[in-house]
């Protein structure tokens, strides 16, 4: 064989070499390329799932919260409604106490507002506030008030008492008119107060049905 056939020879296989080697580095190319867009794209999938469970998330939470939010809104709305028909009806009973001080027995209602409130104050000295228009009244009343405690007293316990009761005359001390009537009564220098007042008579009453009034205005709840 002729060096240049053998020269020829060794170059063909070279080459063929050559281009089996570049197959095999273009195969394995191929093959990490799609391993690796395969990885890629499976990871930009989980990234993706995960943003969007993480949206799906924040969207219940901000639902939730919004939600809360409104029940929250209209249960204080709901305790306004409530609170203002409340306040209302306590206006209402107010009136109607204003009504009862314009009445015809209500001189005989001070003379017993006054006896429970001596009685509460169990003090021998007191003193008696009252609204400037019924003044006139209490003074004529007091003297009966004070005669039926002390019967009170001695039925109750054989003790006769003398107490000095009597009524304010300090005109920038008499009862406001907001008081809807009544009486006020104080001993040891204004230390001990019986408020006899029938606006605080009404509160009392007031708070003691509130349960009641509730349940009958509100029933639902």
């Known amino acids: 064989m002729a060096a240049s056939d053998q020269i020829r020879q060794m170059v063909n296989f070279i080459l063929q070499e050559a281009h089996e080697k570049a197959n095999e580095i273009r195969v394995k190319t191929e093959h990490d390329f799609n391993l690796e867009k395969q990885t890629l794209v499976h990871e930009a999938k989980l990234r993706i799932q995960d943003e ?24 204080v709305k709901k305790m306004q409604i409530r609170d203002e028909l409340l306040n209302t009806l306590l206006k209402d009973a107010a009136a109607k106490c204003a009504v009862v001080a314009r009445g015809s027995n209500y001189p005989q209602l001070l003379q017993k507002l006054i006896v429970q409130g001596l009685i509460k104050i169990e003090e021998n000295s007191c003193v008696v506030y009252c609204r400037a228009e019924d003044k006139a009244t209490v003074e004529k009343v007091l003297p009966a008030a004070i ?41 040891l220098n204004g230390k001990l107060v019986c ?22 205005l509100f029933p639902a709840e």
Do not use: H, Q, W
Not at 52 to 75: H, L, M, P, Q
Not at 158 to 186: A, F, I, M, Q
């Open 195 to 216: 408020d006899n007042t029938m606006t605080s008579r009404l509160e009392l009453v007031y708070e003691e049905l509130l349960p009641s009034i509730r349940a009958i």
């Open 52 to 75: 969007f469970t993480k949206k799906e998330k924040d969207n219940e939470v901000k639902e939730r919260i919004a939600r809360s939010a409104e029940i929250g809104e209209c249960r």
């Open 147 to 187: 005669t039926e405690y002390v019967e009170i007293i001695k039925r109750e316990s054989s003790v006769t008492l003398k107490p000095t009761v009597t009524l304010n005359t300090d005109e920038s001390k008499n009862l406001p008119e907001k008081s809807c009537g009544g009486v006020l009564l104080t001993a």
